[in-house]
């Protein structure tokens, strides 16, 4: 199941193009994209109506020099935990 099957949505984006939503985040197609601004630093949260389990997570950036992705269970979007941090 992809993301954009799933029960799942795009609660928040730093920024938005009407050509290419931040709701393309879901989407598996490399054809299909968000386009950013280009202001730093741009941010997104994917909220899920329940928890699920990851196996695979895959991104596909152009000039992204740092990434952090981060976790939490609470129903409000606080209390986040780093689960990974790349950097250039």
């Given at each position: 199941m992809t993301l954009a099957e799933s029960n799942v949505f795009i609660s928040m984006s730093s920024s938005a193009d009407q050509d290419y939503p931040p709701s393309n985040i879901l989407d598996p197609s490399d054809n299909v994209f968000w386009m950013t601004?280009?202001?730093y630093p741009q941010e997104f949260i994917i909220t899920f109506k329940e928890p699920i389990e990851f196996r695979q997570i895959r991104?596909?950036?152009?000039?992204?020099?740092?990434?952090?992705?981060?976790?939490?269970?609470?129903?409000?979007?606080?209390?986040?935990?780093?689960i990974l941090e790349k950097s250039n």
């Open positions: 601004t280009g202001l991104f596909v950036t152009t000039n992204v020099k740092r990434f952090v992705m981060f976790t939490t269970s609470n129903t409000e979007p606080r209390n986040f935990d780093t």
